[in-house]
């Protein structure tokens, strides 16, 4: 049977279908032949529930999703935290899974609202001030379309409504429960602590239309307050039956409660906890002089060959859409990835600490020729076990493996709608991220293959991976 698409099975007129809704399905007749081989699995009748004796059709899908969902299995999520925090991304994500896989899911933003109501600025830090009991109302009803919207959704063919907004306060969450009662809740909670990450979720913020009118430091100024008046009503998920508490930034689940059977549960967890990458380009950084030289580390600058290629990738990528390119704070990631980000409409270039080249401690500056002769012991050791090798007063693969899967957490959630997501790293750090993804063996690890005239293409989802080795001159 073909997995990768929903299969139509037309019974005959006078035909009995039996149904198992655990595993899969046969078909058997009453007074005429049967299914082809092709359609028996060897189930026996006792195991098999009967549906219908007229002309039925199933569908079913036999990816991850394991049976299509039946009509009553309807669920309202509902999301949780302070603003920036990343719960909108995860939406547009999830609905896009569950659209994927034929389940009807709609996002009602209280946001979207808000944002076309012209008779108040909504835009001010003082419209979300808790004191501010006009703009409190105002926000409840904004709150109640959406709800009513929800519920009308799934009263007719919807079958998950997702309610993107902050609902940080107990009461507001005590509204939803009341108004809906027909199909079951589950809360999710976006937490991030991470302070670079809020400051640089922030500046992308402000970029929105929302604040075309304030100058850059006064759009600044008032999402921080709004956040502040947030925090002051802010209740965490405590008393609520069914509910997921996840650091947005880290795909970790801190929390779970379930007191309701929650339809397509585990289907959700497992979204959370994984990275969802629909293209990402990994590049290591073009020809620099230690390259030619084959020293280590250091900041060099790019040679006239390195500076051609990177015009080459600016050229390659100038029709891709890049949002964002991450390098890391040396010079040669940065100057690769100036000449893409110039090709592109409108490209941010964010350096990270975490994609650093691998610290070569005492053999920093020095050519692999240099350690060998000067230090034959560090040689050696280094040869005999380079994934757990480290350099005396510096990194090995091993210790730099957490940072480096920070930067990757850092990239994934600051890219946030883009289809399109750019790494430019070094060797290295290449080598620990194409791991990351590929589950290498450690000991493989630093003889992972990493040109500087090619790059990695990689699709990382819940149904489908991809990783390529593309030419771009």
């Known amino acids: 049977m073909n997995s990768n698409k929903n299969e139509v099975n037309h019974a005959p007129m006078g035909d009995i279908v039996f149904f198992n809704p655990i595993s899969t399905y046969r078909r058997k007749t009453i007074g005429g032949n049967r299914l082809p081989r092709r359609n028996r699995l060897g189930l026996t009748p006792q195991s098999l529930l009967p549906i219908s004796h007229q002309y039925v059709s199933i569908y079913f899908s036999l990816k991850l999703w394991g049976h299509m969902p ?107 429960e009341s108004y809906l009662t027909d199909h079951p809740i589950l809360y999710i909670e976006c937490i991030n602590q991470d302070r670079e990450i809020l400051q640089l979720s922030i500046l992308e913020k402000v970029k929105t239309p929302e604040f075309a009118n304030f100058t850059h430091a006064d759009a600044i100024y008032e999402f921080r307050k709004r956040i502040e008046y947030y925090e002051m009503i802010y209740v965490p998920l405590k008393e609520e039956n069914n509910y997921i508490k996840m650091d947005s930034l880290y795909n970790r689940i801190l929390e779970e409660k379930l007191v309701s059977s929650i339809p397509l549960y585990s289907r959700i967890r497992d979204f959370l906890v994984t990275d969802v990458v629909k293209n990402l380009y990994l590049i290591r950084h073009t020809e620099s002089y230690y390259n030619v030289e084959d020293r280590i580390g250091g900041d060099p600058l790019l040679t006239p060959l390195g ?16 949002s964002y390119i991450f390098t890391s704070k040396k010079r040669r990631t940065i100057l690769t990835a100036e000449p893409i980000a ?41 040869e005999a076990d380079k994934y757990h090798y480290i350099y005396s007063g510096g990194e090995g693969y091993a210790t730099m493996k957490p940072r480096i899967e920070v930067g990757i957490k850092k ?60 030419e771009y001159d």
Do not use: W
Request: proline content about 3%.
């Open 70 to 176: 039946t009509e009553d299995e309807k669920l309202y999520i509902v999301m949780m935290g302070l603003p920036a925090r990343g719960k909108s991304t995860l939406v547009m994500r999830l609905k896009e899974t569950f659209v994927k896989n034929q389940i009807p899911t709609r996002v009602f933003n209280n946001g979207n609202i808000r944002r076309r109501y012209r008779a108040m600025n909504t835009s001010i830090a003082e419209f979300y001030n808790p004191e501010n009991k006009n703009a409190a109302e105002l926000r409840r009803r904004f709150a109640l379309t959406n709800l009513q919207r929800a519920k009308e959704f799934l009263t007719n063919n919807g079958q998950v409504a997702i309610l993107d907004a902050t609902n940080v306060s107990r009461e507001r969450r005590e509204l939803i």
């Open 307 to 322: 500076i051609g290629q990177a015009n080459a990738l600016g050229r390659f990528f100038e029709k891709r859409k890049i």
């Open 342 to 382: 110039k090709r592109q409409r409108d490209c941010t270039i964010i350096p990270l600490k975490e994609f650093d080249e691998i610290d070569g401690g005492c053999c920093e500056n020095m050519t692999y020729q240099e350690i060998r002769e000067k230090m034959p012991e560090i040689y050696s050791a280094r």
């Open 411 to 470: 990239a994934f959630y600051l890219n946030r709608h883009a289809d399109n997501i750019m790494i430019v790293g070094h060797r290295a750090v290449n080598r620990m991220i194409l791991a990351h993804f590929l589950y290498r063996r450690e000991e493989d690890v630093p003889y992972i293959y990493v040109p500087q005239d090619k790059f990695y293409h990689i699709t990382a989802t819940q149904d489908r991976k991809l990783f390529e080795l593309q």
